[in-house]
Protein backbone atom coordinates (compact mmCIF):
# COMPACT_ATOMS: atom_id res chain seq x y z
CA UNK A 1 0.00 0.00 0.00
CA UNK A 2 1.08 3.46 -1.29
CA UNK A 3 0.50 6.78 0.74
CA UNK A 4 1.73 10.38 -0.23
CA UNK A 5 0.60 14.11 0.43
CA UNK A 6 -0.28 16.69 -1.18
CA UNK A 7 0.21 20.18 0.33
CA UNK A 8 -2.91 22.50 0.81
CA UNK A 9 -2.08 25.93 2.28
CA UNK A 10 -4.70 27.42 4.08
CA UNK A 11 -4.37 31.00 6.59
CA UNK A 12 -6.06 32.12 9.47
CA UNK A 13 -6.38 34.77 11.64
CA UNK A 14 -6.87 33.99 15.48
CA UNK A 15 -7.60 36.22 18.39
CA UNK A 16 -5.51 39.06 16.24
CA UNK A 17 -2.84 37.64 15.07
CA UNK A 18 -1.47 34.88 12.01
CA UNK A 19 -1.72 31.16 12.94
CA UNK A 20 -1.43 29.23 9.82
CA UNK A 21 -3.55 26.02 9.67
CA UNK A 22 -2.10 24.01 6.78
CA UNK A 23 -4.13 20.78 5.19
CA UNK A 24 -2.35 18.30 4.02
CA UNK A 25 -3.69 15.77 2.21
CA UNK A 26 -3.05 11.68 2.26
CA UNK A 27 -3.52 10.15 -0.98
CA UNK A 28 -4.42 6.94 -1.05
CA UNK A 29 -4.61 3.72 -3.65
CA UNK A 30 -7.67 1.81 -1.95
CA UNK A 31 -9.23 -1.27 -1.95
CA UNK A 32 -6.96 -4.35 -3.75
CA UNK A 33 -9.88 -6.62 -3.79
CA UNK A 34 -11.77 -4.02 -5.27
CA UNK A 35 -9.09 -2.07 -7.37
CA UNK A 36 -11.30 -2.33 -10.79
CA UNK A 37 -13.91 -0.28 -9.08
CA UNK A 38 -11.34 2.25 -7.18
CA UNK A 39 -12.07 5.50 -8.66
CA UNK A 40 -8.89 8.36 -9.11
CA UNK A 41 -9.81 9.93 -5.70
CA UNK A 42 -8.80 8.49 -2.63
CA UNK A 43 -7.95 11.79 -0.62
CA UNK A 44 -8.09 11.72 3.57
CA UNK A 45 -7.27 14.82 5.24
CA UNK A 46 -4.79 15.92 7.99
CA UNK A 47 -4.76 18.96 10.05
CA UNK A 48 -1.54 20.88 10.71
CA UNK A 49 -2.28 23.68 13.03
CA UNK A 50 1.79 24.28 13.83
CA UNK A 51 1.30 22.77 17.39
CA UNK A 52 1.96 19.06 17.90
CA UNK A 53 -0.51 18.19 20.87
CA UNK A 54 -3.09 19.94 18.85
CA UNK A 55 -2.58 18.12 15.62
CA UNK A 56 -2.73 14.84 17.76
CA UNK A 57 -5.80 15.92 18.99
CA UNK A 58 -7.38 17.04 16.31
CA UNK A 59 -6.34 14.33 14.30
CA UNK A 60 -6.54 11.05 16.00
CA UNK A 61 -10.19 12.66 16.58
CA UNK A 62 -11.11 12.70 13.01
CA UNK A 63 -9.33 9.36 12.40
CA UNK A 64 -11.55 7.33 15.46
CA UNK A 65 -14.51 8.96 14.52
CA UNK A 66 -14.49 8.24 11.05
CA UNK A 67 -13.17 4.38 11.20
CA UNK A 68 -15.25 4.24 14.35
CA UNK A 69 -12.16 3.28 16.80
CA UNK A 70 -11.14 0.54 14.48
CA UNK A 71 -8.15 1.83 14.83
CA UNK A 72 -7.82 3.36 18.01
CA UNK A 73 -4.47 3.69 19.39
CA UNK A 74 -1.98 3.41 16.41
CA UNK A 75 -0.84 6.20 14.54
CA UNK A 76 -3.28 8.59 12.11
CA UNK A 77 -1.27 8.43 8.57
CA UNK A 78 -0.81 4.29 9.37
CA UNK A 79 -4.69 3.57 10.62
CA UNK A 80 -6.04 5.52 7.12
CA UNK A 81 -3.67 2.97 5.19
CA UNK A 82 -4.70 0.36 6.97
CA UNK A 83 -8.90 1.39 6.59
CA UNK A 84 -8.65 2.46 3.07
CA UNK A 85 -7.50 -1.90 2.23
CA UNK A 86 -10.86 -2.68 3.58
CA UNK A 87 -13.05 -2.33 0.21
CA UNK A 88 -12.70 1.18 0.21
CA UNK A 89 -13.26 2.56 -3.65
CA UNK A 90 -13.20 6.47 -3.02
CA UNK A 91 -12.64 8.91 -0.40
CA UNK A 92 -12.33 12.86 -0.71
CA UNK A 93 -12.87 16.00 1.13
CA UNK A 94 -14.26 19.24 1.35
CA UNK A 95 -13.21 22.23 3.63
CA UNK A 96 -16.26 24.85 3.60
CA UNK A 97 -14.89 26.97 6.74
CA UNK A 98 -11.51 28.13 8.57
CA UNK A 99 -11.41 31.14 10.03
CA UNK A 100 -11.36 32.28 13.70
CA UNK A 101 -10.32 29.74 15.11
CA UNK A 102 -12.78 27.40 14.14
CA UNK A 103 -12.73 24.22 10.86
CA UNK A 104 -15.74 23.13 9.21
CA UNK A 105 -15.02 20.34 6.81
CA UNK A 106 -17.19 16.50 5.16
CA UNK A 107 -15.57 13.68 4.43
CA UNK A 108 -17.34 11.49 1.40
CA UNK A 109 -16.15 7.72 0.96
CA UNK A 110 -17.49 4.93 -0.97
CA UNK A 111 -16.64 1.75 0.03
CA UNK A 112 -17.79 -1.68 -1.66
CA UNK A 113 -18.51 -5.65 -0.54
CA UNK A 114 -22.13 -7.59 -1.44
CA UNK A 115 -22.91 -3.80 -2.76
CA UNK A 116 -21.50 -0.30 -2.66
CA UNK A 117 -22.29 2.44 -0.37
CA UNK A 118 -21.94 5.65 -0.06
CA UNK A 119 -21.40 8.18 2.66
CA UNK A 120 -21.05 11.35 4.06
CA UNK A 121 -19.55 12.18 7.82
CA UNK A 122 -19.26 16.27 9.18
CA UNK A 123 -16.47 17.67 11.05
CA UNK A 124 -16.12 20.67 13.05
CA UNK A 125 -13.57 21.90 15.48
CA UNK A 126 -11.62 24.32 17.52
CA UNK A 127 -8.32 24.46 16.28
CA UNK A 128 -7.51 26.60 19.26
CA UNK A 129 -8.82 24.12 21.72
CA UNK A 130 -8.49 20.97 19.32
CA UNK A 131 -11.81 19.72 20.41
CA UNK A 132 -14.68 18.97 18.15
CA UNK A 133 -17.81 21.32 18.20
CA UNK A 134 -21.66 20.68 18.53
CA UNK A 135 -23.88 23.38 16.86
CA UNK A 136 -24.74 24.28 20.59
CA UNK A 137 -20.82 25.69 20.90
CA UNK A 138 -21.71 28.07 17.62
CA UNK A 139 -25.19 28.61 17.64
CA UNK A 140 -27.33 29.30 20.58
CA UNK A 141 -30.50 27.14 20.80
CA UNK A 142 -33.18 29.17 22.69
CA UNK A 143 -37.05 27.31 22.80
CA UNK A 144 -37.85 29.36 20.24
CA UNK A 145 -35.04 28.71 17.60
CA UNK A 146 -35.37 24.64 18.49
CA UNK A 147 -39.17 25.39 17.48
CA UNK A 148 -38.58 26.78 14.90
CA UNK A 149 -35.89 23.97 13.24
CA UNK A 150 -38.53 21.61 14.35
CA UNK A 151 -41.20 23.29 12.19
CA UNK A 152 -38.92 23.63 9.07
CA UNK A 153 -37.61 19.78 9.83
CA UNK A 154 -41.20 19.17 9.52
CA UNK A 155 -41.88 21.03 6.57
CA UNK A 156 -39.46 19.24 4.70
CA UNK A 157 -40.28 15.96 6.07
CA UNK A 158 -43.72 16.57 4.79
CA UNK A 159 -42.42 17.76 0.96
CA UNK A 160 -40.65 15.05 1.22
CA UNK A 161 -43.61 12.38 1.65
CA UNK A 162 -45.70 14.57 -0.65
CA UNK A 163 -42.50 13.73 -3.41
CA UNK A 164 -43.05 9.92 -2.37
CA UNK A 165 -46.30 9.76 -2.91
CA UNK A 166 -46.18 11.55 -6.44
CA UNK A 167 -43.47 8.68 -7.65
CA UNK A 168 -45.72 5.93 -5.93
CA UNK A 169 -48.70 7.11 -8.35
CA UNK A 170 -46.30 7.41 -11.18
CA UNK A 171 -46.62 3.96 -12.64
CA UNK A 172 -43.54 4.41 -14.64
CA UNK A 173 -41.39 4.54 -11.98
CA UNK A 174 -42.00 1.42 -10.45
CA UNK A 175 -42.43 1.87 -6.31
CA UNK A 176 -44.52 -1.33 -5.16
CA UNK A 177 -46.57 -1.13 -2.28
CA UNK A 178 -44.23 -2.51 0.11
CA UNK A 179 -41.56 -0.08 -0.86
CA UNK A 180 -43.73 2.59 -0.46
CA UNK A 181 -45.06 2.00 3.33
CA UNK A 182 -41.71 1.10 4.36
CA UNK A 183 -39.84 4.48 2.92
CA UNK A 184 -42.83 6.15 4.86
CA UNK A 185 -41.90 4.43 7.94
CA UNK A 186 -38.13 4.96 7.65
CA UNK A 187 -39.21 9.18 7.48
CA UNK A 188 -41.37 8.99 10.38
CA UNK A 189 -38.52 7.38 12.37
CA UNK A 190 -36.20 10.12 10.72
CA UNK A 191 -38.03 12.67 11.75
CA UNK A 192 -38.79 11.76 15.40
CA UNK A 193 -34.62 12.31 16.06
CA UNK A 194 -34.50 15.98 16.92
CA UNK A 195 -30.11 15.81 16.68
CA UNK A 196 -28.12 18.69 16.29
CA UNK A 197 -25.04 16.60 15.77
CA UNK A 198 -24.25 16.76 11.62
CA UNK A 199 -23.87 20.37 10.44
CA UNK A 200 -21.78 22.31 8.45
CA UNK A 201 -20.58 25.95 8.86
CA UNK A 202 -19.67 28.19 5.72
CA UNK A 203 -18.68 31.74 5.76
CA UNK A 204 -22.33 33.23 5.74
CA UNK A 205 -24.23 30.45 7.12
CA UNK A 206 -24.70 27.19 8.53
CA UNK A 207 -26.47 23.92 7.73
CA UNK A 208 -28.13 21.84 9.88
CA UNK A 209 -28.46 17.88 8.53
CA UNK A 210 -31.21 15.42 9.61
CA UNK A 211 -29.30 12.43 8.73
CA UNK A 212 -32.08 10.09 6.52
CA UNK A 213 -30.04 7.03 4.78
CA UNK A 214 -32.92 4.52 4.15
CA UNK A 215 -32.02 0.57 4.03
CA UNK A 216 -29.98 -0.33 0.66
CA UNK A 217 -33.07 -1.99 -0.90
CA UNK A 218 -34.90 1.51 -0.67
CA UNK A 219 -31.99 3.94 -0.76
CA UNK A 220 -32.53 5.34 -3.78
CA UNK A 221 -35.78 7.07 -1.61
CA UNK A 222 -33.85 8.58 1.09
CA UNK A 223 -34.50 12.29 1.54
CA UNK A 224 -31.99 15.12 1.88
CA UNK A 225 -33.45 17.11 5.26
CA UNK A 226 -31.07 19.97 5.11
CA UNK A 227 -31.90 23.23 6.88
CA UNK A 228 -29.96 26.16 6.37
CA UNK A 229 -29.54 29.88 8.10
CA UNK A 230 -27.86 32.37 7.72
CA UNK A 231 -25.69 33.70 10.82
CA UNK A 232 -27.67 36.95 10.74
CA UNK A 233 -30.21 35.31 12.10
CA UNK A 234 -29.05 33.81 14.48
CA UNK A 235 -27.62 34.24 17.75
CA UNK A 236 -23.95 33.72 18.11
CA UNK A 237 -22.11 31.94 21.74
CA UNK A 238 -20.24 34.34 23.14
CA UNK A 239 -16.51 34.51 21.91
CA UNK A 240 -17.64 33.00 18.49
CA UNK A 241 -16.43 35.47 15.59
CA UNK A 242 -17.92 34.12 12.26
CA UNK A 243 -18.31 36.97 10.05
CA UNK A 244 -21.66 37.98 9.25
CA UNK A 245 -23.01 39.51 5.94
Known sequence: ????FIFLL???HIGGTCQTV???TLHLI???EYNFLVRDKLYYPIIRTGNEELDSLLNTDIKDRFTYESFKGLPVETSIV????EQITFTDFKVSYNA???LSFTINAEGCGAYCTQWTDYFNYSTVKGVALRLT???????EFAQELQENRKNQFDK???DLTELFADTSFGLDTMSYHWAMEQYDNCETRIEYDEFVLYPNHFELITPCTLPHAIRNLSPSIHLSYPYADVTLQKGIMIKRK
Open 1 to 4: MKAW
Open 10 to 12: VFT
Open 137 to 143: DVIEISP
Open 100 to 102: NGI
Open 22 to 24: RID
Open 160 to 162: ARS
Open 82 to 85: EWSK
Open 30 to 32: GSQ
